[in-house]
Each structure stands twice: as structure tokens, then as C-alpha cells.
Nanobody
Framework: QVQLVESGGGLVQAGGSLGLSCTAS????????MGWYRQAPGKQRELVGR???????TYADSVKGRVTVSTDNAWNKVFLQMNSLKPEDTAVYYC??????????WGEGTLVTVSS
């Protein structure tokens, strides 16, 4: 199993920046993909960005150019750097890890609120 703990959420003004981090523990050698999703009130959870062990990244169109997903060399932390934040970026942000076999693990989430 893999455990994920997010940190770094909070309140930020529109146009500002915020960085989130996620610390992973457990059977990390089984992880091949990590990333971030978000869920706004009344909406479905959606992809923000993700990275695989080959270094390839994928971003949602709504955040492309404004966010960067990265990991540390040990692949036990994944980061989300968000710039030019908009009120519509307000959501609970969840860390995600995918292990071989396709099992998904999730953190408990961290709230990001962007004020206008």
C-alpha cells in the first residue's frame, strides 16, 4: 500500500501563487505515476496534472501554462506549483499515486481557496 499526505493549501488572492506538496510512504517501488486532482463544490473530481516515471507530464487544459507538477529524485514527494491563480481554481486538491496493476491511492486532500 501507499500512503499520501498533502500539505500547503490555504487562502491566496487571485493572481497569486501557491505550492502544494505530497509526501508518499509505503511500497513506493510500486508507484509509476503521481499527480494532483481537484474537486470543487458540486463538481466532479478532475485532473490537474500528473507525471510518470519517464518524466512525461499531463495537464488539464484549464491549468496548462499556470501549473507545474514535479517530484523529488526519490519519488517520495510530488509537488504542484500553481501560478496566476483564479477564483475558479478554488477546490480541494488531492494527491494521487498509481501503482503497477492500476490501483489508485489518494491523500485526504488540502483546501485551496482563491479570493477575487
Amino acid at each position: 500500500q501507499v500512503q499520501l499526505v498533502e500539505s500547503g493549501g490555504g487562502l491566496v488572492q487571485a493572481g497569486g501563487s501557491l505550492g502544494l506538496s505530497c509526501t508518499a510512504s509505503g511500497r513506493l517501488f510500486t508507484v509509476y505515476d503521481m499527480g494532483w486532482y481537484r474537486q470543487a463544490p458540486g463538481k466532479q473530481r478532475e485532473l490537474v496534472g500528473r507525471i510518470n516515471k519517464g518524466g512525461s507530464t499531463t495537464y488539464a487544459d484549464s491549468v496548462k501554462g499556470r501549473v507545474t507538477v514535479s517530484t523529488d529524485n526519490a519519488w517520495n514527494k510530488v509537488f504542484l506549483q500553481m501560478n496566476s491563480l483564479k477564483p475558479e481554481d478554488t477546490a480541494v486538491y488531492y494527491c494521487n499515486a498509481v501503482v503497477y496493476g492500476g490501483i489508485n491511492y489518494w491523500g485526504e486532500g488540502t483546501l485551496v481557496t482563491v479570493s477575487s
